[in-house]
């Protein structure tokens, strides 16, 4: 069982659309990262949520920490190809940090 | 800085056969990460080390596999003997600290066949 789930596990969409991907957990945390990995390399961190309730921007990109900080919401507005890729949410959990199952986007032109 | 060095990038070899994976991370760095991804199983925390010593292996398999943190700029994944469900790509990542922003390596694809 995922300590954090990330819903949906698949998105396929066209160039254009609006998205919103999910990281849920029953347990509350006191930050979330969220990384983006593209093809043939390794994750790299987008953002770092602290505050409950807090939304950080990124360009197109839209996050948001839960008030209860238990959950996490990634937007992305007019989505372009470049997005492609698998989204990570991580958090900490006993002494290390974990990882979500990911959602892998693919954003077709 | 060169970020996270880790070779080879692509390993291909026969089941039985002993592999070493090896990554270089990020100077000034406390802690290491070695992690396995597949479609199935995602992204998984194999063993970490913090200022060269081994923190928590709990995720490590089973006894063929095995890490080394000779000293603070060099860790080595060894599997031996080497197995087709090994098949995985291997990423080392290294930070600051244990809950900080890690920093990811290309990471090596293994094929056994």
């Known amino acids: 069982t995922q300590l954090l789930e990330q819903s949906p596990q698949f998105l396929s969409i066209q160039e254009g659309e609006n998205l919103t991907v999910y990281c849920n957990s029953s347990s509350v945390f006191s930050s979330l990262q969220w990384y983006r990995q593209e093809p043939g390399e390794g994750p790299v961190l987008l953002v770092t949520?602290?505050?409950?309730?807090e939304v950080k921007k990124l360009k197109r990109l839209t996050f948001q920490f839960g008030d209860a900080r238990k959950d996490s919401s990634l937007h992305i507005t007019a989505a372009q190809p470049g997005d492609t890729g698998l989204y990570l949410c991580?958090?900490?959990?006993?002494?290390?940090?974990?990882f979500g199952g990911g959602t892998r986007l693919m954003v077709k032109p | 800085d060169a970020g996270v060095i880790q070779s080879p990038r692509h390993e291909v070899t026969e089941m039985g056969q002993e592999v070493t994976l090896r990554c270089k991370p990020i100077?000034?760095?406390?802690?290491l990460f070695w992690y396995r991804q597949t479609m199935m199983r995602g992204l998984e925390l194999l063993i970490y080390?913090?200022?060269?010593?081994?923190?928590?292996d709990s995720g490590m398999p089973e006894d063929r596999f095995s890490a080394k943190m000779p000293n603070a700029s060099f860790s080595t994944l060894k599997i031996q003997p080497s197995e087709p469900r090994d098949s995985a790509v291997y990423f080392c990542a290294s930070s600051f600290s244990t809950f900080g922003e890690q920093y990811f390596g290309p990471g090596t694809r293994l094929t056994v066949t």
């Open positions: 991580a958090s900490n959990a006993g002494n290390m940090l974990t």
């Open positions: 949520v602290v505050t409950g309730g």
């Open positions: 080390f913090n200022n060269n010593v081994p923190i928590d």
């Open positions: 100077s000034g760095h406390d802690y």
